[in-house]
């Protein structure tokens, strides 16, 4: 790996690591697309590559700042949820790859960006704004 690769790759996650810390995403929304289109990765290999990095405990810190923080302010995280949301992300996780590994490059990228242009839709608000324009 030369160390264009390397500058790429640290930029990648470095850039996945800021957006985690600071709203609560990264793998899919930051490292999938940037792995695609900077790294030539497959989707399949991108997605895996996402998984991968959070395999590695790489937002203990971001975790345990908001962690800490919440508690000072009166509204703390609940643990019994984070571990319950955890089982189901594994067995989801799973579930999902295994079904992901059965689709081809081209159906998985449109299924990816449908969910990306879904979630953004409904955050900025443009599903009731059309709502409204109706009535």
Do not use: E
């Not at 990765?41 to 345990?64: E, N, W």
């Not at 955890?86 to 081209?106: E, P, T, V, Y």
């Amino acid at each position: 790996m030369n160390a264009y690769y390397i500058l790429v790759l640290l930029i990648i996650g470095l850039s996945a690591g800021i957006l985690s810390g600071l709203v609560g995403v990264g793998g899919g929304i930051i490292l999938v697309p940037a792995l695609i289109y900077f790294m030539n990765y497959t989707q399949h290999q991108a997605q895996g590559s996402s998984l991968g990095v959070l395999t590695l405990p790489v937002v203990i810190l971001a975790f345990l700042k908001y962690y800490s923080d919440c508690k000072k302010m009166g509204t703390p995280i609940d643990i019994k949820v984070i571990i319950l949301l955890a089982c189901g992300f594994i067995i989801g996780g799973f579930l999902g790859s295994n079904i992901a590994l059965k689709l081809n490059q081209d159906a998985l990228k449109k299924i990816f960006a449908l969910i990306l242009f879904y979630t953004a839709f409904k955050m900025l608000g443009w599903d009731k704004a059309i709502l409204n324009l109706f009535r």
